[in-house]
């Protein structure tokens, strides 16, 4: 006999369907407390790393002076944004939208409450194979998503960014993140302005998915 689902099926569907890249919706002006941050931090610590290492490292940052900084280097790549959002088919007004709100970003960076820098131990070196690659960034973006689908269950937002990481050497001397020490992405967190987050428009998934051969 079918043992029964462990779980609330219609909510954990709708916190895995309707966790969303928030931009505009993040809440400037309420403050985002710390501990909530650590709750949702040790939530984070229960995902799965490759050989059980657990090498993770997180970097909140919410002094007004840092966050401005973060923001100014986050701000250089403006110009790979624009590049990219000039490839796009002019027909594509989903993404065209996230480019939009990705550009809004770029503007109120500096006022979200709370930037969350996720980091791992060890970096990767130029030449290491795929297998290094993937064994190190899946030791870390697990823990990454289960601290965003933390965040949604308690009322807050985030986006998953990249941007900073051209400027990451700078990043890493303004707050004092080690050599060794490999930032894999920026965080914006703060309250959303509503939670009423629908699911996105996606193809189905027969459409991506290929069984026994590709």
């Not at 065209?96 to 131990?121: K, N």
């Not at 959303?192 to 428009?201: I, V």
Request: contains cysteine; charged residues 20%.
């Amino acid at each position: 006999m079918t043992s029964p689902a462990p779980f609330d099926l219609r909510v954990t569907d709708d916190l895995l369907s309707t966790t969303r890249a928030v931009r505009r919706r993040l809440d400037l002006e309420r403050p985002v407390q710390r501990q909530v941050l650590l709750d949702c931090i040790a939530l984070s610590q229960q995902a799965p790393t490759a050989s059980n290492t657990q090498t993770w490292h997180w970097v909140v940052v919410t002094e007004p002076d840092k966050k401005a900084r973060i923001a100014e280097l986050y701000a250089g790549g403006a110009p790979a944004l624009a590049a990219a959002r000039d490839g796009l088919p002019e027909g594509d007004t989903q993404t065209h939208r996230v480019y939009d709100s990705a550009e809004y970003l770029l503007e109120v960076m500096a006022r979200v409450p709370a930037l969350v820098i996720p980091c791992v131990q060890g970096r990767v070196a130029a030449d290491a194979h795929l297998c290094v690659q993937a064994s190190i960034f899946g030791s870390i973006f697990p823990a990454v998503w289960s601290f965003q689908l933390a965040l949604r269950s308690r009322g807050l937002g985030s986006v998953l960014t990249t941007l900073h990481l051209l400027r990451e050497v700078e990043v890493a001397q303004l707050l004092g993140i080690p050599g060794d020490v490999m930032q894999v992405a920026l965080l914006p967190v703060a309250y959303t302005l509503g939670t009423d987050f629908r699911r996105a428009q996606r193809p189905p998934p027969e459409a991506i998915t290929h069984f026994d051969a590709w």
